[in-house]
């Protein structure tokens, strides 16, 4: 028993040496993988690099192609911007040209066709908003006489002498001349003022400059009337009294 001690004790330690040996090998070759491993990544890394050396190079070259390319792109907006205000001025032109013939044309027409259909207050307002918008516009004269017109028919004299002296004063050439002096003169006759000599002055430049005009023969009744020596209203008689 006292020989067999020893000789386990050593088996032990040879034991023990040579696991020690298998870790130290294991050790070895860990360091060996991990120093291979390190020279792949530094090569990777040279490689890495070098790389981003060539890429800092293509940035370098692309920096000019970008501010040409930055300068097309202000080129391009600018034309953008040019052709926008050019297409907003067109807009703005054919606004105009609307306005000037095709809203004038539908103001005038409307109203026109409510005076036609006995609406005078809707044409009276039409014709008034036809002036307001376009006082020296191709139907100004005409709406100022059926202004009148509606004014007349509506029973409203001085506003409607007003409108006709305003055709009168604007347009002596308009061959409404006839019509509008008769009803001037029968609008200021219907005044509270008595304005028979200034109707009867109206009545009678008709006659004078308008002899063969249907006008002068409704001004030459007027006048006739107007004229017409009042009838004395015949003083009641008394009667007497039978007895």
């Known amino acids: 028993m006292i020989l067999l001690v020893p000789i386990w004790g050593c088996v032990a330690t040879q034991q023990d040496m ?37 890429f800092s190079e293509d940035i370098k070259d692309l920096f000019p192609a970008m501010d040409r390319l930055s300068l097309r792109l202000d080129d391009l907006d600018a034309m953008f911007n040019k052709r926008v205000n050019a297409i907003g ?13 095709l809203l004038p044309a539908k103001l005038y027409n409307d109203a026109y066709n409510a005076f036609l259909n006995n609406n005078f207050d809707a044409a009276g307002s039409g014709f008034k908003a036809y ?15 059926h202004l009148g017109e509606s004014l007349y028919l509506r029973e409203r004299w001085q506003d409607a002498a007003l409108s006709y002296a305003t055709v009168l004063d604007k347009y002596p ?15 200021i006759l219907k ?5 028979k000599p200034e109707a009867l002055k109206y009545l009678e430049s008709i006659v004078r400059n308008y002899p ?29 009294m039978r007895k």
């Open 18 to 54: 040579l696991q020690m040996q298998s870790q130290m090998d294991d050790l070895n070759n860990n360091l060996n993988n991990m120093q291979k491993n390190q020279a792949d990544l530094a090569v990777k890394i040279d490689r890495l690099s070098t790389d981003l050396n060539v």
């Open 89 to 101: 001025a067109t807009i703005k032109n054919q606004q105009k040209v609307v306005e000037k013939t």
């Open 131 to 145: 002036l307001a918008k376009f006082p020296s516009g191709d139907m100004a004269e005409s709406s100022y006489f």
């Open 173 to 187: 050439k308009s061959p409404r001349i006839p019509s509008v002096r008769l009803k001037y003169a029968l609008s």
């Open 191 to 195: 005044f509270p003022e008595d304005k």
């Open 212 to 240: 063969k005009s249907p006008e002068a023969r409704t001004a030459k009744d007027y006048i006739a009337k107007l004229k017409s020596p009042k009838k004395k209203s015949p003083k009641p008689r008394h009667k007497t």
